[in-house]
């Protein structure tokens, strides 16, 4: 007897086959086992088919539907003939056969009419729109939902609504597409479609994205993940999607990570299909943002030949505009590389690109180096149309083009407001990500724009001028509102999680197969932190707010007037070179001082030197080598403008590749207080941070730190109402607790910064690290804060003049002095400076007094000499 064709027979497959797949295949393969009629066979072999090609099994899916299409004309029924060849044709286009799968299409369409004339339609319109053909999409999609509403086909409506959904939104037509958006989702609700509900989500991604909320994207695309997962399919779009929106944060080496490995699953599939094209496609422009231009080229020249086979012009486009990118970051120029640009930008431009804004500018850089000007304009000119158009992640792209074509035309004061306005927007664009980790990232654009004014200040020799346009960036970064997150619980176990994961591994419990256990559950740990974190941050931002403070940082005159008695050394690199503003009583004075690449080497060498002493390996002679390295230091850093400082407080801000520089070992600085900071307007600002109204001391100590507890003895007997914690009381929950809202917080516990990822930076508790993201939890830091442990003060640069560390995490949450080490420090050594340090302070010394009175009581012992010049007094 054949299986019934009723809703609990194979008729309920097709649906089932996008709504829960896994349970679709083997309901499918278990009707098969049998002896089921044709008709039957055919609904069962279809069904399969959907489920292999969604998770990117083409090759199995065209199988699957051959036969499935040969059972469907054996059966009699006209109509399963049709619907067989429509997802024959629809996945041989996926599958990068688009020719072969439009004639299928075609043929389905006209032996169909009605509502199965609509399901048709739904599909061909989504081939087309795959493949760019966005007006023919259009119309397929148009006359299908009104094929399938009058047929009150309300699962078919609801794809086919999804399809023209994502046609809008490639179109920009944002109004458009959230309309069908709505319906398909309400639609997809009443019929129980898990799948596409979960495409639904996905699709919610995109809108957020084309928006400029690209923390709610990322929050879109982990909810959309899980749905997928819970429904054992994979997506390659998800993949795609989630590339693009990191690149738009600035998060291009995660974005090569995660697409590369999605990518590779699809290539050992030997998958050819679309999805695995544009997969190349993505992680050649996640891997050309990263500067991994080797891996760019190779997969940007993939996927054009796959775009090629599958007869996708504009993806093609995209693709060779990608390999052109690549080549000029290599450093080729040329007349052929500035003609293929500029064809390649004008065609984008037709098909209406996403990409059209990047390669305008492009072609404009191009034809402006190789002396074409006219050409340059034009296509500058179309790049500077998107100041105002598009997605707010692209407005600081479009006001450089601006800029560049004003400087072009020698016009220096329409540079220069181009370039204020450039900054302006990508000021704002970090406003609406709020999650520290991509404001810092998000900078591209930003960076260059303040380098162009930058060097405009260098030809004219304005002192005045530069001090105003490094200001105008650098500060943009820490003068943005916090958004701290919620008392997330979540969140919180998670970190918790961490902590005991650490702990374990550092305890290295357990076999090697363990150890490689607990490795895997830190990195799931970790990518759950940083996605809830960046959920909740966007949740919780207001993008609507206007910017802070943004004109404190163009006021040279009142920054001027705040320094009171200290005297600035504001050190920017332009082109490659170090360039130092100092600004002593009201003269402002510019001076060149060398190559940063120079500085950095003896930088190195420097840290090289304290790093020995720290372990104790002092030799004969090795404060005359700390002499001759600091004075090395001084002519590489400062050069002439060391002339300039005349024994006062000094105030020094650095670019952000010279953060972790041990200020006090150059000569003309080894005796006058000194202070650092990534700008001198946050440092203005932290002067104005009120304190709090209870003068409370936090002290903690973490485990086996030696002299930690003799230490804090000494220091809690300078403050006998501290909070003190230490033998097992030290854990991350009293730590914080203690910490929020404190006049002073001590933490003398050995550290450890993380290059790969700063924010997981962390300080060894009694349960486990004390993350930088656990102090973001912070209602409000401490306004005074001493991090007694390895490398605390150091932070990693992104971009040219933005950190992650200590101090991106801490100022925006209130901290106004912060006393860190750039290198790893001896336990002991450290022990009695900080006695000495904090006695100073009690005096009402400032950080910066305290610790150059507390450097200069050191005796002349080489450990505590280099452990003394390793502290350096931050903000305030």
């Known amino acids: 007897m054949s299986a019934s064709r009723g809703q609990e027979g194979p008729d309920r497959l097709l649906p089932l086959a996008v709504s829960r797949p896994a349970e679709a295949f083997a309901a499918a393969s278990a009707l098969l086992d049998g002896k089921p009629d044709p008709a039957s066979a055919s609904i069962a072999h279809q069904a399969r088919a959907i489920v292999l090609r969604d998770s990117g099994r083409q090759a199995e899916a065209v199988a699957e539907l051959r036969r499935a299409f040969s059972l469907a004309k054996r059966s009699g029924e006209p109509g399963r003939a049709v619907d067989v060849q429509a997802t024959l044709g629809l996945t041989l286009g996926l599958g990068g056969r688009p020719k072969e799968g439009l004639v299928a299409l075609g043929e389905a369409v006209g032996n169909s009419k009605g509502v199965a004339a609509g399901r048709v339609l739904t599909r061909r319109g989504y081939l087309l729109r795959v493949l760019g053909r966005y007006d023919e999409a259009l119309a397929d999609l148009r006359q299908a939902i009104t094929l399938l509403h009058r047929g009150q086909d309300q699962v078919w409506e609801a794809r086919a609504r999804t399809h023209r959904f994502l046609v809008y939104a490639a179109l920009g037509q944002a109004s458009h597409a959230d309309r069908d958006l709505v319906v398909a989702e309400r639609l997809s609700a009443a019929t129980g479609q898990d799948l596409e509900s979960a495409m639904l989500v996905h699709n919610r991604a995109d809108v957020a994205f084309q928006s400029g909320d690209l923390p709610a994207a990322l929050g879109f695309l982990d909810e959309a993940a899980a749905r997928y997962a819970a429904?054992?399919?994979?997506?390659?779009?998800?993949?795609?999607?989630?590339?693009?929106?990191?690149?738009?944060?600035?998060?291009?080496?995660?974005?090569?990570?995660?697409?590369?490995?999605?990518l590779q699953h699809h290539l050992r599939l030997d998958s050819t299909g679309t999805g695995t094209a544009e997969l190349l496609f993505s992680v050649a422009q996640a891997a050309l943002a990263a500067g991994r231009l080797d891996l760019a080229e190779e997969r940007a020249v993939a996927a054009g030949e796959l775009f090629r086979q599958q007869g996708r012009n504009g993806w093609l486009a995209r693709a060779l505009h990608v390999s052109v990118q690549s080549q000029y970051d290599a450093g080729q120029r040329g007349d052929r590389l500035s003609v293929k640009a500029g064809r390649l930008a004008d065609q984008l431009d037709e098909l209406?690109?996403?990409?059209?804004?990047?390669?305008?500018?492009?072609?404009?850089r191009l034809a402006a180096a190789q002396g074409h000007p006219v050409d340059a304009d034009r296509h500058l000119a179309r790049a500077a149309r998107f100041r105002h158009r598009g997605p707010t992640f692209g407005h600081a792209a479009g006001w450089l083009a601006h800029a560049l074509r004003a400087e072009g035309r020698g016009a220096t004061a329409a540079t220069l407001i181009a370039c204020r306005h450039g900054l302006e927007a990508a000021t704002d664009h970090q406003r609406t990500l709020a999650a520290p980790e991509l404001r810092a990232h998000a900078a591209v654009y930003g960076v260059e724009l303040a380098a162009l004014a930058q060097r405009h200040a260098v030809r004219r020799n304005d002192a005045r001028m530069l001090l105003r346009w490094s200001e105008r960036w650098r500060a943009s970064a820490l003068t943005l509102t916090p958004v701290r997150p919620p008392d997330d619980p979540e969140l919180a176990a998670d970190l918790a999680g961490l902590r005991n994961v650490a702990r374990r591994l550092d305890a290295a419990l357990g076999a090697d197969g363990d150890t490689d256990r607990l490795r895997l559950e830190r990195n799931r740990l970790e990518a759950a932190i940083r996605a809830r974190t960046r959920r909740l941050a966007g949740r919780r931002s207001n993008t609507k707010a206007a910017p802070h403070h943004r004109d404190d940082a163009a006021d040279v005159g009142a920054l001027i007037d705040g320094l009171g008695e200290h005297r600035l050394v504001e050190i920017t690199a332009v082109n490659g070179l170090l360039y130092a503003v100092t600004v002593v009583g009201r003269k402002v004075r510019m001076h060149p001082i060398g190559p940063v690449g120079a500085a950095i080497r003896e930088l190195d060498l420097a840290l090289f030197q304290l790093r020995r002493l720290a372990h104790g390996r002092a030799s004969a002679g090795a404060l005359e080598g700390l002499a001759t390295a600091g004075?090395?230091?001084?002519?590489?850093?400062?050069?002439?403008?060391?002339?300039?400082?005349?024994?006062?407080?000094?105030?020094?801000?650095?670019?952000?590749?010279?953060?972790?520089?041990?200020?006090?070992?150059?000569?003309?600085?080894?005796?006058?207080?000194?202070?650092?900071?990534?700008?001198?307007?946050?440092?203005?600002?932290?002067?104005?941070?009120?304190?709090?109204?209870?003068?409370?001391?936090?002290?903690?100590?973490?485990?086996?730190?030696?002299?930690?507890?003799?230490?804090?003895?000494?220091?809690?007997?300078?403050?006998?109402?501290?909070?003190?914690?230490?033998?097992?009381?030290?854990?991350?929950?009293?730590?914080?607790?203690?910490?929020?809202?404190?006049?002073?917080?001590?933490?003398?516990?050995?550290?450890?910064?993380?290059?790969?990822?700063?924010?997981?930076?962390?300080?060894?508790?009694?349960?486990?690290?004390?993350?930088?993201?656990?102090?973001?939890?912070?209602?409000?830091?401490?306004?005074?804060?001493?991090?007694?442990?390895?490398?605390?003060?150091?932070?990693?640069?992104?971009?040219?003049?933005?950190?992650?560390?200590?101090?991106?995490?801490?100022?925006?949450?209130?901290?106004?002095?912060?006393?860190?080490?750039?290198?790893?420090?001896?336990?002991?050594?450290?022990?009695?400076?900080?006695?000495?340090?904090?006695?100073?302070?009690?005096?009402?010394a400032s950080f910066?007094?305290?610790?150059?009175?507390?450097?200069?009581?050191?005796?002349?012992?080489?450990v505590a000499v280099a452990t003394a010049l390793s502290f350096v007094a931050l903000g305030r």
């Open 631 to 844: 004075l090395r230091l001084q002519q590489a850093l400062l050069g002439p403008a060391a002339a300039d400082l005349d024994g006062a407080p000094a105030l020094i801000v650095p670019p952000a590749a010279l953060h972790a520089v041990p200020w006090a070992m150059l000569p003309v600085l080894r005796s006058v207080p000194v202070v650092v900071a990534p700008s001198a307007s946050m440092w203005l600002r932290a002067g104005r941070l009120p304190a709090p109204r209870h003068r409370r001391v936090a002290l903690v100590v973490g485990p086996d730190l030696e002299g930690g507890k003799d230490e804090m003895q000494q220091i809690r007997s300078g403050y006998p109402d501290a909070v003190v914690l230490t033998d097992g009381q030290a854990t991350a929950e009293n730590t914080l607790a203690a910490m929020d809202g404190a006049w002073i917080a001590h933490i003398a516990a050995h550290g450890l910064f993380r290059r790969d990822n700063p924010l997981f930076s962390a300080m060894a508790l009694d349960d486990g690290p004390l993350t930088l993201y656990d102090l973001g939890r912070l209602r409000r830091a401490p306004l005074r804060l001493v991090l007694s442990s390895c490398e605390s003060g150091v932070a990693a640069p992104i971009g040219a003049d933005e950190l992650l560390g200590a101090v991106s995490a801490l100022v925006p949450l209130g901290t106004a002095s912060l006393l860190a080490s750039v290198v790893p420090v001896n336990d002991i050594t450290t022990a009695s400076l900080m006695v000495d340090f904090h006695r100073r302070l009690r005096d009402r």
């Open 352 to 364: 209406n690109s996403p990409d059209a804004p990047s390669a305008h500018l492009l072609a404009g």
């Open 231 to 262: 429904l054992q399919t994979e997506w390659p779009s998800l993949a795609i999607d989630r590339c693009a929106v990191l690149l738009a944060a600035g998060l291009a080496t995660e974005a090569v990570t995660t697409t590369e490995q999605i």
């Open 848 to 862: 910066g007094t305290a610790l150059q009175e507390a450097r200069a009581g050191v005796d002349d012992d080489p």
